[in-house]
């Protein structure tokens, strides 16, 4: 079921969370809503799900108005950043409960039930431990069992919010693939809330990156990364470095005085011998996480520092080239600017 929100505007006192907001959301599209903290995006996913009235503006799921709608008729699945399993009920009850619960004219019978919760078990990898309760499962497996059970009353819509949210990182970053796994199979309309950019990169068909209520931008994971269409969006998807005026000309220049360029940490490269266009800088410090280096270099003309990344392999090498220490003078050039005026950075 495809979602168009049109014009939709919603303030809490003196703090507008949805700022005259349009969005289409495909149907069996995976859509993040990443931005920062007071972005709006809990409040636009709450509007879509029925629990939060707009001041204004409509929702229609598939064309139909949905804005008066109640939830209960929206036939949209929920899921929390805090699973909210029953604990006196078994993982096969909890993911039973939204079919016991219906009017007796279309509740299922018991046979169709065990059916049902048992497929919803197995798509989530959690079969066998249907008859356990919530407190022997780990953070990551409850989050499952909440996505499996809001599945379990096939909604049209199904809607997370920061829901790996309150668990460690390691496991995020399982649930994240699987979650885009589940997506490929069930292939339900789905918006998740996010603030991080990694999550949204790796898991949404399209990421509406929000500011102040208001859509920055929204795209593929790739459109949005290789062509941000502001600032904000430049810098809240990854590291940047930004030189006031043209890269490698001092700022204050007419035409270049006007602008901002960006460039990321891994689009600059090292070289020992000034250049045309390159920057000379003195290498700070080295630090290395993982599997790459960050370098950090202090520019030559206004003292500011610019970072490189690059994988720390690479880096070994290119420090024994080009005897590269603290201290030590080097050039670094762009393989890849992205300018903005001034005004709009
Ligand atoms: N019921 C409410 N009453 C008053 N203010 C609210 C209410 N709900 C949200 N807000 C405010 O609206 C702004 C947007 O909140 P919202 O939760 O939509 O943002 P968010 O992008 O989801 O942020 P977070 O990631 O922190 O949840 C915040 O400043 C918040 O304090």
């Known amino acids: ?43 636009l996913l709450r509007i879509i799900a029925g629990l939060e009235r707009p001041d204004a503006g409509t929702v229609h799921f598939h ?33 039973a409960f939204g079919l016991r619960v219906r009017p007796k004219a279309t509740r299922p019978s018991d046979e169709q039930i065990r059916k049902k919760v048992t497929e919803l ?16 499962l780990s ?50 309309t789905s918006v998740f809330v996010t603030h991080d950019q990694d999550e949204a990169m790796e898991v949404a068909d ?3 990156v929000m500011n102040h209520g ?15 269409a502001t600032p904000f969006v430049l810098q809240f998807l990854g590291d940047v470095n930004l030189f006031h005026g043209r890269f490698g000309h001092a700022p204050g220049g007419t035409a270049a005085g006007a602008e901002v360029s960006y460039v990321r940490p891994h689009e600059l490269d090292i070289v020992g011998q000034p250049e045309e266009g390159a920057l000379p800088v003195t290498l700070s410090q080295t630090l290395t996480v993982g599997p790459n280096t960050r370098i950090e270099f202090k520019r030559q003309d206004d003292g500011c520092y610019v970072d490189v990344e690059m994988p720390r392999a690479e880096f070994a090498t290119l420090r024994e080239q080009l005897q590269l220490a603290p201290g030590s003078v080097a050039y670094l050039k762009p393989r890849r600017v992205t300018r903005f005026e001034a005004e709009a950075a």
């Open 1 to 43: 079921m495809s979602i168009e929100v049109r014009n939709l505007y919603k303030a809490f006192g003196k703090t507008v969370v949805c700022d005259h907001l349009d969005l289409d959301i495909p149907s069996g599209e995976l859509v993040a809503l990443l931005g920062p903290s007071g972005s709006g995006k809990t409040s």
């Open 63 to 95: 064309g139909e108005d949905a804005t008066e709608a109640d939830v209960r008729d929206r036939k949209v699945g929920f899921v929390f950043q805090h699973y909210a399993l029953f604990n006196h009920m078994t993982i096969f009850e909890n993911v």
């Open 121 to 136: 078990l197995e798509l989530v990898q959690l079969d066998w431990i249907a008859d356990r309760y919530p407190h022997q």
């Open 214 to 228: 208001r859509i920055e931008q929204q795209g593929t994971p790739d459109e949005v990364y290789d062509h941000p």
């Open 206 to 208: 399209r990421i509406v």
């Open 139 to 188: 953070g990551g497996q409850r989050q499952r069992i909440a996505l499996a059970r809001a599945l379990a009353v096939e909604p049209k819509v199904l809607l997370l919010d920061e829901p790996f949210g309150a668990l460690d990182a390691k496991v995020r970053k399982e649930l994240r693939r699987w979650l885009r796994r589940l997506h490929d199979e069930v292939h339900l």
